[in-house]
T-cell receptor, first 110, second 114 residues
Framework: RKEVEQDPGPFNVPEGATVAFNCTYSNSASQSFFWYRQDCRKEPKLLMSVYSSGNEDGRFTAQLNRASQYISLLIRDSKLSDSATYLCVVKGAGRRALTFGSGTRLQVQP | EPEVTQTPSHQVTQMGQEVILRCVPISNHLYFYWYRQILGQKVEFLVSFYNNEISEKSEIFDDQFSVERPDGSNFTLKIRSTKLEDSAMYFC????????????FGAGTRLSVL
């Protein structure tokens, strides 16, 4: 089983749509959770950290369900500039290595 | 905004040659990392470095790889004898804390081994 699993997509959505991405992780001892965004051939950039209580940053909402080992990202009112690959990232307790999922590609269309 | 800088942006080398990839982490960060991403695949952890020593490494980081902080600003990744399968994008990252810190990535060095 993959350590971090994501639906690869692509998700093709019109501008203004709401889109949700899901991610599951296999290590129940994982401690920290993030969503990074990666544009084509560029570096990963932190979008947001994910907390058990859920957190929101503008149009972006992230949720963590530790019992189900499941992380989600909701994007509301999609913009063309949201087109990218969204990476689910997990860090184990006491570890420094980030474990990346393969990413979910989003294409927002006009 | 402070950033991690990497040089060169693209390195072309012949199989069997040694390469050194260079990184300048964010200035007040103490924890440094290398990751790689083979084209079309996920980002993979290679090594983390703190207080002038390796603190964690993956199975990818074998004897062909080494890291060094030769001075107060640079952090390097050396590949001793490159193989075709070393062709990838190599990302350097840094953080101000260890296990709790957010890692910020440089723009990467694309390594092409011919």
């Amino acid at each position: 089983r993959k350590e971090v699993e994501q639906d690869p997509g692509p998700f093709n959505v019109p501008e203004g749509a709401t889109v949700a991405f899901n991610c599951t992780y296999s290590n129940s001892a994982s401690q920290s959770f993030f969503w990074y965004r990666q544009d084509c051939r560029k570096e990963p950039k932190l979008l947001m950290s994910v907390y058990s209580s859920g957190n929101e940053d503008g149009r972006f909402t992230a949720q963590l369900n530790r019992a189900s080992q499941y992380i989600s990202l909701l994007i509301r009112d999609s913009k063309l500039s949201d087109s990218a690959t969204y990476l689910c990232v997990v860090k184990g307790a006491g570890r420094r290595a980030l474990t990346f999922g393969s990413g979910t590609r989003l294409q927002v269309q006009p | 905004e402070p950033e991690v800088t990497q040089t060169p942006s693209h390195q072309v080398t012949q199989m069997g040659q040694e390469v050194i990839l260079r990184c300048v982490p964010i200035s007040n960060h103490l924890y440094f990392y290398w990751y790689r991403q083979i084209l079309g695949q996920k980002v993979e952890f290679l090594v983390s470095f703190y207080n002038n020593e390796i603190s964690e490494k993956s199975e990818i980081f074998d004897d062909q790889f080494s890291v060094e902080r030769p001075d107060g600003s640079n952090f390097t990744l050396k590949i001793r004898s490159t193989k075709l399968e070393d062709s990838a994008m190599y990302f350097c990252a840094s953080s101000d804390q260890g296990s709790m810190g957010i890692q910020y990535f440089g723009a990467g060095t694309r390594l092409s081994v011919l």
